[in-house]
């Protein structure tokens, strides 16, 4: 079992940086794959951003690629989403997700565990 907690999230001004945290609990991290995805009001769950358990290998969705960094620090088990030059549009609560496969990252419904979800809000 997999407990994954975010923080991170709040209010900013268009143009501003945002850097959400995932602390996992339970089974080694290491282990596991992490994704972010995210929800707008009346919107689908969609990706945000992957990362494969080692770190060697990064997705990104093409609406984030360039203003988003995921990484992930195994001994502290806590994964990051380092968001830049924010937009109104990525307004969404923010979840985390820990898969222990590395394929179909991209795909929100083969994570095991989730978080809670952080809400992010970009005012224009």
């Known amino acids: 079992q997999v407990l994954l907690v975010e923080s991170g999230g709040g209010l900013v001004q268009a143009g501003g940086s945002l850097r959400l945290s995932c602390a996992a609990s339970?089974?080694?991290?290491?282990?596991?794959?992490m994704g972010w995805f995210r929800q707008a009001p009346g919107k689908e769950r969609e990706f945000v951003a992957a990362?494969?358990?080692?770190?060697?290998?990064?997705y990104y969705a093409d609406s984030v690629k360039g203003r988003v960094t995921i990484s992930r620090d195994n001994a502290k088990k806590t994964g990051y989403l380092q968001m830049n030059s924010l937009k109104p549009e990525d307004t969404a609560v923010y979840y985390c997700a820990a898969k222990i496969s590395g394929y179909g990252l991209t795909i929100s419904r083969g994570y095991d565990y989730w978080g809670q979800g952080t809400q992010v809000t970009v005012s224009s």
């Open positions: 339970g089974r080694t991290l290491s282990s596991y794959s």
């Open positions: 990362i494969t358990s080692s770190g060697g290998s990064t």
